[in-house]
């Protein structure tokens, strides 16, 4: 990819061929949002890439060798670019839902369309932040209407937190128009260079420290 195309705002999904590299330089590992991985059970590679762990064969991986660098360049190269893509295209959703909502609450409502109902702490450990800011990121929601917060029948001092009725219609509103958009910049990519891609940033994120 030229540098001039790195310049343009927007998200992107790298192409197949930048995917591809990253299976050589990544280790093995089975999320989302902001600061968290989705986990997948398994233990972790051994050094080289060809230990047990998840989604790798014993004695396939490639490893990291001594000419990795121009690779390791590229991917560092293409993840920055991603990531910042990421970044404004998490807070465009967001002021879709509203306004007033800031980015790293869209990653919440995710969540929670997911799960369906989670404790308060529990969204606070899987995304990694503090309580008393996954409060503040929770009342802004609820104050919006787009979360309720009820008593936890197992727990009477913690409470369970789900989107209502009509934060859901409006969150499926706006994922639908995101992955039209998703639709759209792919339509030319075979369907398992879309597997793939999703693959390995599965094994990424499950790499990646809360």
């Not at 762990?53 to 990291?64: A, E, F, V």
């Not at 609450?105 to 969204?123: F, W």
């Not at 609820?142 to 989107?163: K, M, Q, T």
């Amino acid at each position: 990819m030229r540098k001039a195309e790195h310049e343009h705002d927007g998200p992107q999904v790298p192409p197949p061929s930048a995917v591809r590299a990253t299976a050589v330089v990544t280790a093995d590992g089975a999320v989302t949002g902001p600061g968290a991985a989705a986990r997948h059970p398994g233990g972790p590679a051994a050094p080289g890439g060809t230990g047990p762990g998840p989604g790798n064969t014993p004695g396939t991986g490639t490893g990291i060798g001594p000419d990795i660098g121009p690779d390791m360049e590229a991917l560092e190269r293409e993840l920055t670019v991603l990531y910042r893509r990421a970044r404004a295209s998490s807070g465009e959703m967001a002021r879709q839902m509203h306004p007033d909502l800031e980015a790293a609450a869209y990653g919440l409502l995710v969540r929670l369309a997911e799960s369906g109902e989670e404790r308060a702490t529990d969204l606070a450990g899987y995304f990694g932040v503090g309580k008393a800011t996954m409060s503040r990121q929770l009342r802004a929601l609820e104050e919006l209407g787009f979360v309720s917060r009820e008593p936890d029948p197992a727990d009477g001092r913690a409470f369970l937190v789900r989107l209502t009725p009509g934060g859901l219609a409006r969150f499926n509103e706006v994922r639908d128009a995101r992955r039209a958009g998703y639709r759209s910049r792919l339509s030319a990519w075979d369907r398992a260079d879309i597997r793939d891609l999703a693959r390995l940033l599965s094994r990424l994120n499950a790499d990646t420290p809360a």
